[in-house]
């Protein structure tokens, strides 16, 4: 979490009565569970419970549900959106973001999705689903049936985010605003002058004109540049505006704009990393920094780890078995894990799954193939691993954060360690092939158990992570800063300086020097949760041999492409291709 990344954001600030009518209401119909007839629009849909879009199902009454629902909406569009729908192309239904993945159905009829369902689940939180209508699938006059089967993997779950809505296709759809960049990974390596243009397109029916507001800041507010101009892009054409930066400082950046037209407005978002590898966020590792992680260490090999695996014969399959696996950790606390084996007899490398914030880390989440053995661990606090630590979501991150004997990532990166006491026991583990891998909290996660077991650890492949660079974090990022804002305030009675202190024991910034293994890290240059800035405040440190990659567009969730580029960097350190 980051900011070594230019973010240029152009967000268009939206003039009252200017927005396309929405045809959809708050609140859906809402069922857990799955069913391919929740689809049907003769579905009677009568006896279900009501829900809005835009928060998680959890903040609304369903716990800590995770698996199937079903969102179900009727609609009637009146046919005097027919001439304005056909002349642009139809509608845009626009469902927000999903935690994880979905579905989306039209009258019973697939209109698209986001990720992957189980067998084959794949999680598609951070994409925005937008899905066009074409004019002749509408039944006008009548109620059209939209319904959205979604699948959570853990963790929150639903439709989170707006906007969500129905609308005739417009400005938001037909102008178009894009940067051109050398690069597509929207950065700039080379010392010297940041310039960049924006092409903004025009498809409308009529010629576009109006004012372009820009504004470019620096990922902790600083402003770089901030000027109006006025803009006329003719029907079917394109202009092309320059930003000249000048010489910026090593980070991220964010832009923001304002495109006001008479026919509506537009926005939009993108960003920009300048030098992320020279950003320079230096250690504050306590003088005993080595000492409480030693005595860690020794804490936990004082503990008999009592592995005890529990076959899963529903999950098991002609080529792999799946096991529970319960085992001890720091304090004689109880973690659970699922490890998965080929059947095949053999010496297989090994990957160690570790998990976001919050989440339930399952099968479905760890490596699907025969040729490697996996292990998805479940930190204590978290998925099935609750029995003796349970402070709750909410919670978790300031669990006895003001002694930092007894915090709870002290025992958390313990638990990692343990996973990996626990691979080296198998004789199927070829134990010169064993990675760590995770993202958000599992990508702080991995880069501490690189550390903390740096001999045993072979290869690292953290995403978006976590737990990096606090006193940054808390000023580049509303969460967790706005939660630890609160805990100050609740308790004035602990110097502030006290919990900062204890953050440092577990900043992955101050671990990452101890990592001996090659680490590829991948961050979203959109991410607002771990901003890259923190992501390459940790990076930087490592000495190890290890290299990056950047998706411009993602936030906190990356593209399916990454799983893909993850296993295949895997497979190419273990000389398994």
Same mark, same amino acid.
């Given at each position: 979490?980051?900011?070594?990344?230019?973010?240029?954001?152009?967000?268009?600030?939206?003039?009252?009565?200017?927005?396309?009518?929405?045809?959809?209401?708050?609140?859906?119909?809402?069922?857990?569970?799955?069913?391919?007839?929740?689809?049907?629009?003769?579905?009677?849909?009568?006896?279900?419970?009501?829900?809005?879009?835009?928060?998680?199902?959890?903040?609304?009454?369903?716990?800590?549900?995770?698996?199937?629902?079903?969102?179900?909406?009727?609609?009637?569009?009146?046919?005097?959106?027919?001439?304005?729908?056909? #002349?642009?192309?139809?509608?845009?239904?626009?469902?927000?973001?999903?935690?994880?993945?979905?579905?989306?159905?039209?009258?019973?009829?697939?209109?698209?999705?986001?990720?992957?369902?189980?067998?084959?689940?794949?999680?598609?939180?951070?994409?925005?689903?937008?899905?066009?209508?074409?004019?002749?699938?509408?039944?006008?006059?009548?109620?059209?049936?939209?319904?959205?089967?979604?699948?959570?993997?853990?963790?929150?779950?639903?439709?989170?985010?707006?906007?969500?809505?129905?609308?005739?296709?417009?400005?938001?759809?037909?102008?178009?605003?894009?940067?051109?960049?050398?690069?597509?990974?929207?950065?700039?390596?080379?010392?010297?002058?940041?310039?960049?243009?924006?092409?903004?397109?025009?498809?409308?029916?009529?010629?576009?004109?109006?004012?372009?507001?820009?504004?470019?800041?620096?990922?902790?507010?600083?402003?770089?540049?901030?000027?109006?101009?006025?803009?006329?892009?003719?029907?079917?054409?394109?202009?092309?505006?320059?930003?000249?930066?000048?010489?910026?400082?090593?980070?991220?950046?964010?832009?923001?704009?304002?495109?006001?037209?008479?026919?509506?407005?537009?926005?939009?978002?993108?960003?920009?990393?300048?030098?992320?590898?020279?950003?320079?966020?230096?250690?504050?590792?306590?003088?005993?920094?080595?000492?409480?992680? /030693?005595?860690?260490?020794?804490?936990?090999?004082?503990?008999?780890?009592?592995?005890?695996?529990?076959?899963?014969?529903?999950?098991?399959?002609?080529?792999?078995?799946?096991?529970?696996?319960?085992?001890?950790?720091?304090?004689?606390?109880?973690?659970?894990?699922?490890?998965?084996?080929?059947?095949?007899?053999?010496?297989?490398?090994?990957?160690?799954?570790?998990?976001?914030?919050?989440?339930?880390?399952?099968?479905?989440? /760890?490596?699907?193939?025969?040729?490697?053995?996996?292990?998805?661990?479940?930190?204590?606090?978290?998925?099935?691993?609750?029995?003796?630590?349970?402070?709750?979501?909410?919670?978790?991150?300031?669990?006895?954060?003001?002694?930092?004997?007894?915090?709870?990532?002290?025992?958390?990166? /313990?638990?990692?360690?343990?996973?990996?006491?626990?691979?080296?026991?198998?004789?199927?583990?070829?134990?010169?092939?064993?990675?760590?891998?995770?993202?958000?909290?599992?990508?702080?996660?991995?880069?501490?158990?690189?550390?903390?077991?740096?001999?045993?650890?072979?290869?690292?492949?953290?995403?978006?992570?976590?737990?990096?660079?606090?006193?940054?974090?808390?000023?580049? #990022?509303?969460?967790?800063?706005?939660?630890?804002?609160?805990?100050?305030?609740?308790?004035?009675?602990?110097?502030?300086?006290?919990?900062?202190?204890?953050?440092?024991?577990?900043?992955?910034?101050?671990?990452?020097?101890?990592?001996?293994?090659?680490?590829?890290?991948?961050?979203?240059? /959109?991410?607002?949760?771990?901003?890259?800035?923190?992501?390459?405040?940790?990076?930087?440190?490592?000495?190890?041999?290890?290299?990056?990659?950047?998706?411009?567009?993602?936030?906190?969730?990356?593209?399916?492409?990454?799983?893909?580029?993850?296993?295949?960097?895997?497979?190419?350190?273990?000389?398994?291709?």
């Amino acid at each position: 979490m980051k900011r070594v990344l230019i973010l240029l954001g152009i967000i268009a600030l939206m003039s009252p009565g200017m927005q396309a009518q929405n045809l959809l209401k708050l609140e859906w119909k809402f069922r857990t569970g799955d069913d391919p007839s929740w689809a049907d629009p003769a579905y009677d849909d009568a006896g279900w419970k009501q829900i809005e879009a835009g928060r998680t199902w959890e903040d609304q009454g369903y716990g800590d549900y995770d698996g199937y629902a079903w969102y179900r909406q009727g609609v009637v569009i009146p046919e005097s959106l027919k001439k304005s729908a056909t #002349a642009n192309g139809g509608f845009i239904l626009r469902v927000g973001r999903i935690d994880d993945s979905d579905v989306t159905y039209w009258n019973g009829e697939v209109l698209g999705g986001k990720g992957g369902m189980p067998p084959h689940y794949e999680s598609g939180y951070g994409a925005d689903r937008i899905y066009t209508i074409p004019v002749d699938k509408i039944k006008w006059g009548e109620i059209n049936a939209i319904a959205v089967r979604v699948y959570d993997g853990g963790g929150g779950g639903g439709i989170y985010t707006d906007p969500v809505g129905l609308s005739v296709i417009g400005m938001e759809e037909l102008v178009s605003v894009q940067p051109i960049l050398e690069r597509e990974d929207h950065l700039f390596l080379e010392k010297g002058a940041v310039a960049l243009k924006l092409q903004i397109g025009n498809q409308l029916k009529e010629k576009l004109q109006g004012q372009l507001a820009v504004r470019v800041e620096s990922d902790f507010g600083e402003k770089i540049l901030e000027e109006n101009r006025e803009l006329r892009v003719r029907s079917g054409g394109s202009e092309t505006v320059n930003l000249e930066l000048g010489e910026l400082d090593p980070g991220f950046y964010k832009i923001s704009a304002m495109l006001q037209t008479g026919a509506g407005n537009k926005r939009a978002a993108f960003a920009i990393g300048v030098r992320p590898e020279e950003i320079i966020s230096p250690q504050d590792r306590p003088d005993d920094f080595d000492n409480y992680w /030693m005595r860690a260490r020794r804490e936990l090999d004082a503990v008999d780890p009592q592995f005890k695996l529990i076959r899963q014969d529903s999950l098991c399959t002609e080529t792999r078995e799946f096991y529970i696996l319960e085992m001890r950790s720091l304090g004689n606390i109880l973690v659970r894990a699922w490890y998965m084996r080929p059947v095949k007899e053999g010496v297989y490398p090994a990957i160690l799954h570790v998990q976001g914030y919050g989440t339930f880390l399952k099968p479905d989440n /760890m490596y699907q193939g025969d040729d490697m053995v996996a292990l998805g661990l479940n930190i204590r606090g978290h998925g099935f691993s609750q029995d003796h630590v349970n402070p709750g979501f909410q919670s978790f991150l300031q669990t006895h954060v003001e002694d930092k004997e007894l915090y709870i990532y002290r025992g958390a990166y /313990m638990d990692c360690i343990r996973a990996v006491d626990f691979l080296f026991s198998r004789p199927e583990v070829d134990t010169t092939r064993v990675a760590v891998e995770g993202g958000s909290q599992g990508g702080a996660l991995s880069f501490a158990t690189a550390a903390l077991d740096n001999e045993r650890i072979s290869i690292c492949v953290p995403h978006v992570p976590f737990l990096s660079d606090f006193p940054d974090y808390f000023k580049v #990022a509303g969460w967790p800063g706005g939660e630890f804002r609160q805990y100050f305030k609740l308790h004035p009675e602990i110097p502030q300086e006290q919990i900062y202190r204890t953050l440092s024991y577990i900043d992955i910034k101050n671990l990452a020097p101890w990592i001996r293994a090659p680490l590829f890290m991948s961050v979203g240059l /959109m991410d607002t949760t771990c901003p890259p800035h923190i992501n390459f405040a940790a990076y930087n440190q490592v000495t190890s041999p290890k290299e990056y990659s950047v998706y411009p567009e993602a936030g906190h969730s990356l593209p399916g492409a990454y799983d893909r580029a993850k296993y295949e960097w895997i497979k190419k350190m273990f000389h398994m291709q």
